[in-house]
C-alpha cells in the first residue's frame, strides 16, 4: 500500500514542518522509498534539507499545470529521499486553482498514477487554504502534529472538522495516521493534562512517541540537514528515529489485519 501522509495543523507554530521533514528522513533510512512534498509558500521544508530553486529546472508550477512530470521537478538528496520542494510560484498556484474546475483535486490526479513512491510525505500550509485543501484531497492519512497546551484541543477540533468536510467532498476513505505530541515538556503541569485528554479522547490514535524541546531540533534547518544527520545523538534526532519506527510497526500490523481480512 501507498502511504500519502499530509502533515497538517491549521495552527502555526507546532513542529509541523520539523516532523514532516525528520519523519521523511527517517522512512527513507528505513529502505523505503520517500517523497517530501513542501506545499507551503514559506518553503521552510526546503530550506530544512537544503533545496533551492533552480533555474533550469521545471518547478511545481510546471508540475501543476502539467508542462512538466513528477520526475522533472523532484530534488533527489543524497540522503536517499526526494524531495518537490516549494516555489515562489506556489502562491500563482494558489490563485490559479481558485477559478479551475478541479481546484480541489489537481494534486490528486497528478499522484494518482505516481507508483514510484511506498511514503509520499506532505508538509501542508499552517491555514486552511486551496493548498491545504489539495493536500487533503490526495491523501490516504493525516498526521498531526500538535503541543500540549491551552489552545491544542481547539485547533484539534477545527482541523477534525476539516478532515470531515474533506471526506464529504470526496475523500472518502482519507484516516487519522495519528496526533504526535511535539515540543513536550513533561515538567509543565499543562502538558501532562492535555496530554491525559488526548488520550482520554483518541486513545490508540495518539503516538506514545513524543517530540520533546529540543535546542539541536531548532538549530539543525539553518544547516540544511535533518536533524538526524545534523546531530544524530540529540533528543530530537532520537525520538523522531523512534516516531518513523513506531509508524512503520503501526502500519505493518494494519496491513496485516487487512490481509487476513480480505
Known amino acids: 500500500m501507498k502511504y500519502v501522509i499530509a502533515v497538517a495543523n491549521q495552527k502555526g ?7 514532516a521533514v525528520n519523519l521523511a528522513f527517517e522512512l527513507s533510512r528505513s529502505e523505503k522509498a520517500v517523497l517530501l512534498i ?41 540522503t536517499g529521499m526526494d524531495v518537490l520542494g516549494s516555489t515562489s510560484d506556489l502562491t500563482a498556484i494558489e490563485l490559479q486553482l481558485l477559478e479551475a474546475a478541479d481546484r480541489t483535486h489537481r494534486m490528486r490526479d497528478l499522484l494518482q498514477a505516481e507508483n514510484t513512491y511506498e511514503y509520499v510525505i506532505i508538509d501542508c500550509p499552517p491555514s486552511l487554504n486551496i493548498l491545504t485543501i489539495n493536500s487533503l484531497m490526495c491523501a490516504t492519512h493525516v498526521l498531526i502534529p500538535m503541543q500540549c497546551e491551552y489552545f491544542a484541543l481547539e485547533g484539534l477540533s477545527a482541523l477534525l472538522k476539516t478532515i470531515e468536510a474533506v471526506r464529504e467532498s470526496g475523500n472518502v476513505d482519507l484516516d487519522i495516521d495519528g496526533i504526535v505530541r511535539t515540543m513536550y515538556d513533561p515538567r509543565n503541569k499543562l502538558a501532562r493534562e492535555v496530554s491525559r485528554q488526548l488520550f482520554d479522547h483518541f486513545g490508540t490514535s495518539v503516538y506514545r512517541t513524543v517530540v520533546p524541546r529540543n535546542v539541536r531540533l531548532a538549530e539543525a534547518p539553518s544547516h540544511g540537514k535533518p536533524v538526524q544527520v545534523y546531530d544524530p545523538r540529540s533528543r530530537g534526532a532520537i525520538a523522531h528515529s523512534a516516531l518513523a519506527h513506531e509508524m512503520l510497526r503501526r502500519h505493518a500490523k494494519h496491513n496485516a489485519v487487512e490481509q487476513i481480512n480480505a
Open 13 to 19: 507554530g507546532v513542529g509541523k514542518t520539523t516532523t
Open 38 to 78: 513542501d506545499m507551503d509558500p514559506q518553503g521552510n521544508a526546503s530550506t530544512h534539507v537544503g533545496v533551492a530553486e533552480a533555474p533550469d529546472q521545471a518547478t511545481t508550477w510546471d508540475w501543476f499545470q502539467r508542462r512538466a512530470t513528477l520526475t522533472d521537478v523532484v530534488h533527489k538528496l543524497d
